[in-house]
């Protein structure tokens, strides 16, 4: 009786000790299958935005975006920021710069000589912040410096795929920049009273 007791009792424990074992795969293989949904229709989304038929992704960034979803509109930004179609990067450049509080002018230093160097290191530098202030969607202009509105000379203003930048303060700052296929927002900057222009790019913070 007692043996009989014992091996009983050893049977309990070995399924007590599996069951949550099991559970646990169980878990697994449904979360594996949750990321495996998800992630497929994230893909579908994403061929959508950069698909041929530029109507429809259109639609498809605009009920992203509108969608409130944090995950869904940086999926929606990124992705249409190298959309085929220029119209829907356009799109994309508008919000990227919105939801954004700072980008940053980073200067190709590779061709500059020693001057051009020294010259760029005594004005703003080859690695600029500027922190963007109030955004008018209107007129798709972003102040770099506070005011109630559109603040001219100091603001980024977009236009399509293209970004026009002014500070008049001070040494003073003018750029152009345009967003490629790429998804990349490259151009130039000039510096007001030396008129030097150094090749530059805008990378979202």
């Given at each position: ?65 509108e969608s409130g979803d944090a995950t869904l509109i940086e ?33 190709d230093t590779t061709d500059l000589d020693t001057e051009e ?27 770099v410096d506070a005011s109630s509105e559109c603040y001219p ?53």
């Amino acid at each position: 009786m007692k043996n009989m007791i014992k091996h009983s009792s050893v049977a309990i424990v070995a399924v007590a000790l599996s069951v949550p074992a099991q559970a646990q795969i169980a878990d697994i293989d449904a979360l594996l299958s949750r990321i495996d949904t998800r992630s497929g229709q994230y893909q579908q989304l994403i061929e959508i935005l950069q698909g041929a038929d530029a109507n429809r992704a259109l639609a498809a960034f605009d009920v992203m975006v509108e969608s409130g979803d944090a995950t869904l509109i940086e999926v929606a930004i990124n992705s249409a920021l190298s959309a085929t179609d220029s119209r829907i990067r356009a799109r994309a450049l508008w919000e990227a710069l919105a939801r954004k509080d700072s980008v940053s002018v980073i200067v190709d230093t590779t061709d500059l000589d020693t001057e051009e160097k020294s010259n760029l290191n005594d004005w703003f530098g080859p690695l600029q912040t500027w922190t963007l202030r109030e955004k008018f969607p209107d007129t798709q202009c972003i102040n770099v410096d506070a005011s109630s509105e559109c603040y001219p000379g100091r603001n980024l203003s977009v236009s399509g795929i293209r970004v026009d930048m002014v500070f008049n303060y001070g040494d003073g700052l003018s750029g152009q920049f345009a967003l490629d296929e790429t998804g990349a927002l490259a151009g130039q900057i000039m510096r007001f009273n030396t008129k030097s222009v150094f090749p530059a790019r805008i990378e979202f913070r």
